[in-house]
């Protein structure tokens, strides 16, 4: 039986186990769709209800002394006297329903006078009456030269207390309009007299503006909740039962229960968001609430529920492996729920944040899970412009943060201490006394690494990064040359260090052979010929992003400013030597522990080209990353790339700060890589038969022996 047969086989009887049990129907289909029309019929009845329920209510109004009763009972009437003018004028709109006719002086009930302001602010206090008004003066005057002072006393926190606070402050406002034209007309002043400016507003909120602030969020709990039974059912429901022994010494492999599993939970949590998000959809289009729940009357954005649900994918899968992996530790289903709760607080933390309104898709939120994709469809479904660059950073991040998440349940899972073990928990992962040393780095070790890094780095980036473009980015090179590799080198070796594993191994240090070592130089001195063709292709076919022409020459500005002694270390030794590490080294070498020669291979070009954070530059980067990870695996050794790399980023950098040296080669002096005209055609031959023999030189694989965990499940979490 092929090793798809056997997946398929175990994922349609896994799913056919879930589906059959009711708390997975009703988690995953009765509640999306009969909670969204309750919430939204719940919702609306609700404010109607409370709304007519204070308008019909009686409330009761506070002063000092009977005097200031007496001005606020005048008041009262007088504001009714101007709504009726109001409403019998002429040019009045029609105005025939019963609540809208309704003023102030009809809701309350009783005018209470007090003996002093003290009684009357702990009386509202403790909400024995709802609201207060201070008249500062002795009696009520109605000169022009006069003016009459009133301070409104409530509690806010009390529905009941703002709303009379609020019909107070509105009466003020309209008898005050209406004395102050009245003074007017009395000194002979125009009607405008004091109005020089007349200003309008228009509200440009998107249409489902309401529908926008809290629906991202419920859509990433749904699909945190739809992860949850089918991940604790498949792992502590399989022990409980006494069933999962019995399935791991089967005569399948590991590997094919845990993807049959892991499948089976993702598909169970993408369900769950597709019908949260079609629920929503359908209840709010189909039942009018688009109108409602609409700031200006728009139309609900069916086009973007489909964007979200593609996006929302990803996260399903890293929700799901992160349950599972969590899950697998518990030994029954009550201590698996008991495990589930803390990693549901934790996305609380980062979702609620990114729900707040003042929080912007920008920066470290870019980057941070679950508060990205709760930024994103918030967005989204606010109609904001949302760069492309923001929705693939999203993506690729939270599709990284997966790819970690599912080699660590992988690892988890087929681990025998707790598969097999009563004693098996959380906290033994982290007991070094019981880690067996390792050579190589595990896949989920150095996934797990690499994820963790992106968003820090992301951060560092975001943070040192010139603030304009007339600021100097010589301080982001030296930042940069500190940090990278603290970031790169020394993180990983302190986890590499914990976990027992053999440094040196793990980054592949060793010396290559000479024909390897003459290939990677052929590759480091002819590379930057094509990729400065690919970026002229690529430039012209997309286009300059704006302001990149004008950053580009203001960095070459500043490097032209350094001495080249440090351009070439910034630039080139210390990108060479840390980067060649990290990717080439602990993630290309992690991969090869569980996959083929080229999927690793792409993979890890792929995630170093996603470490530069430019867009534009992703085609390029993860060409170069291709290269070098295949100057990596034939040699079994990063020296190759290392000296490729370094001499890569070093002919370029020369090429812009020294263009007198490379005027004989044909390059546009003065001019970026980017904006420079093509090489000349000899150029081109000379730079493509050098690297066809540098190629050439690399497609013999050495024959040293590299010592790497022999199952995909080492013991590392």
């Known amino acids: 039986m092929s090793f798809r047969h056997r997946i398929r086989t175990i994922y349609w009887k896994e799913l056919t186990d879930i589906m059959r049990d009711r708390r997975t129907l009703i988690a995953m289909i009765l509640v999306p769709i009969v909670l969204y029309p309750l919430l939204m019929l719940g919702s609306v009845?609700?404010?109607?209800?409370?709304?007519?329920?204070?308008?019909?209510?009686?409330?009761?109004?506070?002063?000092?002394?009977?005097?200031?009763a007496s001005v606020l009972r005048y008041l009262l009437q007088r504001d009714a006297a101007i709504a009726a003018l109001n409403m019998n004028a002429p040019d009045s709109e029609s105005e025939s329903s019963e609540e809208k006719s309704k003023t102030l002086a009809d809701l309350v009930k009783r005018i209470v006078p007090f003996e002093s302001r003290e009684t009357l602010e702990q009386l509202i206090r403790e909400r024995r009456i709802h609201a207060g008004v201070v008249f500062k003066g002795e009696n009520f005057v109605d000169q022009i030269d006069k003016q009459n002072e009133f301070e409104i006393l409530a509690d806010y926190e009390e529905v009941r207390s703002r709303f009379v606070a609020n019909g107070l402050q509105a009466m003020f406002q309209q008898v005050g309009e209406y004395m102050k034209n009245d003074r007017k007309r009395r000194a002979g002043l125009p009607k405008h007299f004091d109005k020089p400016f007349s200003v309008s507003s228009?509200?440009?909120?998107?249409?489902?503006?309401?529908?926008?602030?809290?629906?991202?969020?419920?859509?990433?709990?749904?699909?945190?909740?739809?992860?949850?039974?089918?991940?604790?059912?498949?792992?502590?429901?399989?022990?409980?039962?006494?069933?999962?022994?019995?399935?791991?010494?089967?005569?399948?492999?590991?590997?094919?229960?845990?993807?049959?599993?892991?499948?089976?939970?993702?598909?169970?949590?993408?369900?769950?968001?597709a019908l949260n998000l079609g629920s929503v959809t359908a209840t709010v289009y189909f039942g009018g609430f688009d109108k409602i729940i609409a700031s200006t009357g728009g139309s609900l954005p069916l086009g973007t529920m489909a964007l979200i649900l593609v996006c929302l994918v990803p996260f399903?899968?890293?929700?799901?492996?992160?349950?599972?992996?969590?899950?697998?530790?518990?030994?029954?289903?009550?201590?698996?729920?008991?495990?589930?709760?803390?990693?549901?607080?934790?996305?609380?933390?980062?979702?609620?944040?990114?729900?707040?309104p003042a929080t912007r898709m920008?920066?470290?939120?870019?980057?941070?899970?679950?508060?990205?994709?709760?930024l994103l469809a918030r967005d989204l479904l606010l109609g904001a412009v949302v760069p492309t660059w923001n929705v693939v950073l999203v993506v690729v991040s939270t599709?990284?943060?997966?790819?970690?998440?599912?080699?660590?349940?992988?690892?988890?899972?087929?681990?025998?201490?707790?598969?097999?073990?009563?004693?098996?928990?959380?906290?033994?992962?982290?007991?070094?006394?019981?880690i067996k040393p390792s050579p190589s780095p595990s896949v989920s070790m150095s996934l797990l690494i690499v994820a963790l890094l992106f968003p820090v780095w992301y951060f560092i980036q975001s943070a040192i990064s010139p603030s304009s473009t007339e600021e100097s980015a010589s301080g982001v090179l030296y930042a940069t040359g500190v940090l990278m590799p603290m970031m790169f080198v020394v993180v990983p070796v302190v986890v590499l260090l914990y976990w027992k594993v053999e440094v040196r191994r793990a980054f592949s240090i060793r010396m290559p052979g000479i024909r390897h070592l003459v290939g990677g130089i052929l590759i480091g001195i002819s590379i930057w010929i094509p990729a400065h063709e690919l970026n002229l292709?690529?430039?012209?076919?997309?286009?300059?992003?704006?302001?990149?022409?004008?950053?580009?020459?203001?960095?070459?500005?500043?490097?032209?400013?350094?001495?080249?002694?440090?351009?070439?270390?910034?630039?080139?030794?210390?990108?060479?030597?840390?980067?060649?590490?990290?990717?080439?080294?602990?993630l290309l070498g992690g991969l090869g522990c569980a996959s083929r020669k080229w999927p690793a291979i792409l993979v890890s070009a792929a995630v170093f080209g996603v470490f530069h954070f430019l867009l534009f530059k992703?085609?390029?980067?993860?060409?170069?990353?291709?290269?070098?990870?295949?100057?990596?695996?034939?040699?079994?050794?990063?020296?190759?790339?290392?000296?490729?790399?370094?001499?890569?980023?070093?002919?370029?950098?020369?090429?812009?700060?020294?263009?007198?040296?490379?005027s004989w080669v044909g390059l546009n002096s003065g001019a970026e890589s980017e904006s420079?005209?093509?090489?000349?055609?000899?150029?081109?031959?000379?730079?493509?038969?050098?690297?066809?023999?540098?190629?050439?030189?690399?497609?013999?694989?050495?024959?040293?022996?590299?010592?790497?965990?022999?199952t995909i499940t080492p013991d590392f979490p």
Request: net charge negative; with cysteine.
């Open 399 to 434: 599709t990284l943060y997966a790819s970690s998440a599912v080699a660590v349940a992988a690892s988890v899972f087929g681990r025998e201490s707790v598969v097999f073990s009563d004693a098996g928990s959380i906290k033994t992962i982290f007991s070094r006394s019981l």
């Open 676 to 710: 420079a005209g093509h090489l000349p055609i000899h150029l081109l031959a000379i730079g493509a038969v050098l690297l066809c023999i540098g190629l050439f030189l690399l497609s013999k694989k050495s024959t040293q022996e590299i010592a790497r965990p022999t």
């Open 202 to 273: 228009a509200d440009l909120s998107s249409p489902p503006s309401i529908l926008g602030q809290i629906l991202p969020l419920i859509l990433v709990l749904m699909t945190i909740t739809g992860a949850i039974y089918p991940a604790i059912d498949l792992t502590a429901g399989e022990r409980e039962r006494g069933t999962l022994e019995s399935l791991m010494v089967s005569p399948v492999p590991v590997i094919d229960l845990i993807v049959g599993k892991f499948l089976v939970v993702t598909t169970v949590a993408i369900m769950g968001a």
């Open 618 to 662: 992703f085609a390029v980067t993860a060409a170069l990353g291709v290269v070098l990870a295949y100057a990596c695996w034939q040699s079994k050794s990063i020296v190759p790339g290392m000296v490729a790399h370094m001499m890569h980023n070093a002919l370029t950098s020369i090429s812009v700060i020294r263009t007198d040296w490379v």
């Open 316 to 356: 399903a899968v890293l929700m799901s492996a992160i349950m599972i992996a969590v899950c697998s530790y518990a030994r029954t289903f009550k201590e698996a729920q008991n495990y589930v709760t803390p990693v549901i607080m934790a996305v609380l933390i980062p979702g609620g944040i990114a729900a707040l």
């Open 537 to 586: 292709l690529q430039f012209g076919l997309l286009g300059a992003p704006p302001g990149i022409t004008e950053y580009a020459q203001g960095f070459a500005d500043t490097l032209r400013n350094m001495p080249l002694f440090h351009v070439v270390l910034l630039i080139a030794v210390v990108p060479a030597v840390c980067e060649e590490l990290l990717f080439r080294g602990l």
């Open 45 to 68: 009845q609700a404010v109607s209800y409370q709304q007519a329920s204070l308008d019909d209510e009686h409330f009761v109004v506070g002063v000092v002394g009977e005097n200031q």
């Open 362 to 374: 920008e920066g470290i939120m870019l980057v941070m899970p679950v508060g990205n994709m709760v």
